[in-house]
């Protein structure tokens, strides 16, 4: 609900309160963002400078607490005495907006460029404020379990002026706090920064066009003793895929200023007489119950309000991926043959990556041409995949619209639609980037794309986009919304197709691109080591029904690192599982092992896909309704380990749980030499007879069958024992390096 009484204003739902306030001189003050609150809290939570702070300056000489720097604020200007960071740049010139009236609507108030917004029930205040020459609006929507926030800046002057910065928001919160922030880069995206936010300003921030793996746009705020499950969290992030900006700075009044928008670096947008610009939507979520509520608020909000309403709590399919099998080399009989054997092994989908048009078979060519390559698919995409659907998979396939290979048809005849500059041509992985901003350069897009989507029965669309920018300003925030555009035309009419954002991996993984594609290819390491981190660190923001989770082969193509079978699934299950490798060498034990992974997943997909997601100790937990999935994850065995407990929060202290591990085996193999010690006849590690066992015959690995309570299981009950270099034994975990083990916890 939005209450509005003399000119002050709550927006208050079941998890936060935010409560703002116009004065009598027209400052919009900021009063609270937090805890569920009253209006008559308005007094005892705002600001009160008393007498203010020395050598600062005044709105009005004979009351020294009206500077506008020892104040929380809602926005602030430059040249006004606030030498706090501005959220607006102007020509160099002061701003200083002031209150002039307020607006609720029901929903969320439509955005009149492309930019993507949030959708769902809500109520939106709008706040109006002027200066000369310009009008401002503040929009708020309440939406269930978040706020957002964005800006609408308009000219009502007679004379054009020029924009250097605008943010969606910004905002003085009372309190010290750490900045967690998530970045890195191809590979090994969403690596974790805690900076603490003093007088100095803490920046996260992208200047490579997109949204970028180098600095994931969502961040947190949080005081710093807050963990998992205890003290205040705030969380952020931006509806928008280019350049971001955000910022928090500390001030001796002890006030936190936070800020987020689109990177004002070389920024220069004119505004004409009578022009408006408006920001992409910022998110704000709040938590008193540390990180992990913090982060199951944003996880609601993302599936209820950010992803396209038909996929909304909608099962996702077991795909398989043709890339990391075969990369470009690829026949229709090839692909026909792993199409069977996906389905075997309990596929639902089948996708058929990179290299099936123009002269993609390699990536130096071929991109802007999506005339399909008729040597390596005689029968077509719609031949190959009416044949996918026969055997009972869905088709899908992959795009990388938004570039241009100069070997290509497309930039032979059109170079002037390349984005490109006054120097010589960049290149990035071979390719330049389609200039977006143009009409023509759109339809084009949105025609070749929408043919081969209608030619066949195509359910699913990877769309990738594989190098980064170097359109400045305000020329690649138009490039965005040119994205926006072309994605909106292509699916809004085509609501049935999966979309999976990608751009080399996690190079765009933003609320932005979530808004039509329900999910995204996190990264392209698909080593579930690498991928505790970032499918771990992804969580914070993220739901985990948002991220592309494949199985692939070992040693893994991006760290040589051999990792077991089971662990690649256990990594994969928490998110949109998918097989990614060359089938065709599978091992007898691999393939029944992989069947039973599927076949595990479906059971539990619902769980695995929307379950309330929690981190704990030892890796990761999922729930939804009476089930409970607990993943535990290890990286380098040690010897003779201590008991392991398995903590499970959450559950109903007096009920009870049955504790069922997924069954896992052993591979004979991974003994070796040591078999000897074991074996009634000598037995060479290297040998045939060995191999062919190993091929084969698996033993059981410490499954676990068990009942506790939820007070049992939430103080933490003992697993079976690790390895200790004393044996086999079916009731020991007998698991090496990177071993890892998934538990459903059912209500009885
Ligand atoms: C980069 C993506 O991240 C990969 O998954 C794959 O689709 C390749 N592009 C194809 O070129």
Redesign the pocket.
Known sequence: MILCENNLFLLKNDNLSYMLRADHRGIVRHVHFGESVRMEDAEALACRPGLGWGSNVLLEDSDSGSSLSDIALEWSGSGRGDYRETPLEMDGRPTDFRYVSYEVVEGAASMASTLPQAHGDCETLILTLEQPGLRLKLYYSLFPTALTRRVVLENIGDESRTIHKIMSFCMDIPGNFEMTSFGGGWSAEMNKTVANVGYGRVVNESVTGASSSRNNPGFLLSEPDATENYGHVYGFNLVYSGNHYSAAQNCIQGLTRVMQGINPSNLHRELQPGEKFETPEAVLCCSDRGFGGLSRQMHTFVNDHIIPPYWRGRPRPVLY?S??GC??NFTQRRLLDLADRAKDLGCELFVL???WFGKRND?FAGLGDYNINYKKLPDGISGLAKKIQAKGLQFGL?F?PESVNPDSDLYRAHPDWALTDEFPVLLG?HQLLLDLRKKEVRDYIVEQVGNVLDSGAISYV?W?M?RNSIALGAAAHEFVLGVYDVLDRIFRPRPGILLEG????G?RFDLGMLCYSPQI?C??DTDPIQRLTIQGNLSYLYPQSSFGAHVSAAPHAQTLRSTPLSTRGNVSFFGQLGY?LDLKHLLPVEIKEIKAQTTFYKKYREVFQYGDFTRTKTGWQVSRGKTTIAGVFHTIVHAAPPYEQLRVPGLKKDQLYHVMSLPQSLRVGQFGSLLKHVAPVEVNPHGFLLGKIDNHYQMPDGNEDLVASGAALAGGILLKPLFRGTGYDTNQRTQTDFGSNVYVIEEM
């Open positions: 991926n890339w990391e990369m470009f990556d990179d290299g990536d992959w990388e992985r990877k990738d594989n990608c751009s080399s991996g190079n290819w990264s392209d990614e």
